[in-house]
C-alpha cells in the first residue's frame, strides 16, 4: 500500500482498482482489507488523509509522509520470502486418484484456460505501454521486470497443463490404475538438478 501511495495520492476506491488491476497478480488481498489499510497507515503516521470534493460527493484521498518513504525504504533493504504458491487446479491434480479421468483433464483444460487469459491481459497491457498510453510509463523498468515473471509463470502453467492432459489422456479412466512413467520421473530429478546448481560460478 505504501508503495502505491509513493506513486502519486489515492482515495480508498482509486487503491483498491489499483491493486485488483497490477499488485493483485502478486499479492491479492480481499478488498474489504484493502479499504481499512490507508486508515491505518495515516494513523500510524505513514499515509495523511484528506477530504476532497468530486462533484457533489466528497472523498478521501491518502498521501505518503516522509515517514511513510522511510518505511518503505526501509522494507525495500529487506530481500524478502520466495514466494507462496497457492493453485487449487495443482491441488485437484495432486489427489486426483479420488476422482475420474474426465475430472482431472477438466481441471487441466481449465488451468489451460486460466494461462491463456492471464496472458491476454499481459498482452493487451504490454501493447498499451508500447503504445505510450499506459498509465505510469515512468515506471517501465520496475514494471517490465514483474511483467516478464508473471507472463513466464503464465506460460509456465499452461504449458505444464498442457503437457499433463497428453500425459493423462492416456490413462486408464481410474486414475488409480495409472501407472507412472520412469522417463518423466528422471526427467524431473535432470531438471531439479538444474535448477539446484549455483549459477555465475
Keep these: 500500500m505504501l508503495g502505491l501511495l509513493s506513486i502519486k495520492p489515492w482515495s480508498s476506491y482509486e487503491l483498491t482498482q489499483q491493486m485488483d488491476r497490477s499488485l493483485g497478480r502478486i499479492w ?3 478488498v474489504s482489507k484493502l479499504y481499512e489499510e490507508p486508515k491505518k ?3 500510524r503516521g505513514l499515509a495523511r488523509s484528506a477530504t476532497r470534493r468530486n462533484g457533489q460527493r466528497t472523498r ?7 515517514e511513510g518513504r522511510r518505511a518503505l525504504a526501509g522494507w525495500l533493504q529487506q530481500p524478502g520470502e520466495g514466494p507462496v504458491l497457492e493453485f487449487e487446479q495443482l491441488l485437484k491434480v495432486f489427489f486426483a486418484d479420488n476422482g475420474t479421468k474426465a475430472d482431472l483433464l477438466a481441471t487441466l483444460a481449465a488451468a489451460q484456460a486460466w494461462a491463456r487469459a492471464r496472458c491476454q491481459e499481459s498482452l493487451a ?3 498499451q505501454y508500447r503504445g505510450g498510453s499506459g498509465p505510469f510509463p515512468e515506471r517501465l523498468p520496475e514494471l517490465q521486470l514483474t ?9 509456465l502453467v ?13 490413462w486408464p479412466d481410474d486414475p488409480r490404475q495409472a501407472k507412472p512413467d520412469p522417463e518423466v520421473i528422471a526427467e524431473i530429478i535432470r531438471r ?9 560460478g
Excluded: H, K, M, N
Design 192 to 200: 531439479a538438478a538444474d535448477g539446484a546448481r549455483p549459477t555465475g
Design 158 to 170: 499452461g504449458e505444464w497443463a498442457q503437457w499433463s492432459a497428453t500425459i493423462v489422456a492416456a
Design 28 to 30: 491479492p488481498r480481499a
Design 125 to 127: 497491457i504490454g501493447e
Design 41 to 43: 497507515l495515516a494513523d
Design 60 to 66: 478521501t484521498v491518502y498521501t505518503i509522509t516522509a
Design 147 to 155: 511483467s516478464r515473471f508473471l507472463t513466464d509463470f503464465y506460460l
